[in-house]
């Protein structure tokens, strides 16, 4: 009854709430994908969570990328200069060998 009242106000606080989980890191996508679709329907649920997962992954990446990137490469020098090593070494099959990984 509260999401029929305010509908936007309830979708843009669903989107906000759903970014800041996924920016922190907290794995609860799938949870607040369900309660997406139980408070603004199958579709609107959907199209809802994949707005704020995006929102919250891009707002990682620039967190990462532009604010904290000089103190990772401080503290991991040495497995970076590692990884780029093994890049230019082998290229594409070591990034696909990382990226399957977990799935062996």
């Known amino acids: 009854d509260i999401v029929s009242q305010n509908y936007a ?8 709430f759903f970014a800041f989980i996924i920016a922190i890191g907290i794995p609860a996508a799938g949870p607040l994908t369900l309660l997406g679709g139980f408070l603004f329907g199958v579709w609107g649920g959907l199209a809802y969570a994949f707005i704020g997962a995006i929102t919250g992954v891009t707002t990682l990446f620039f967190i990462v990328r532009y604010i904290i990137s000089s103190t990772i490469r401080r503290r991991y020098a040495a497995q970076l200069d590692q990884f780029n090593q093994r890049i230019q070494s082998y290229g594409h099959s070591y990034l696909l060998t990382m990226h399957l990984m977990s799935v062996v």
Not at 9 to 16: E, G
């Open 9 to 16: 106000a309830s979708v843009i606080l669903y989107i906000l």
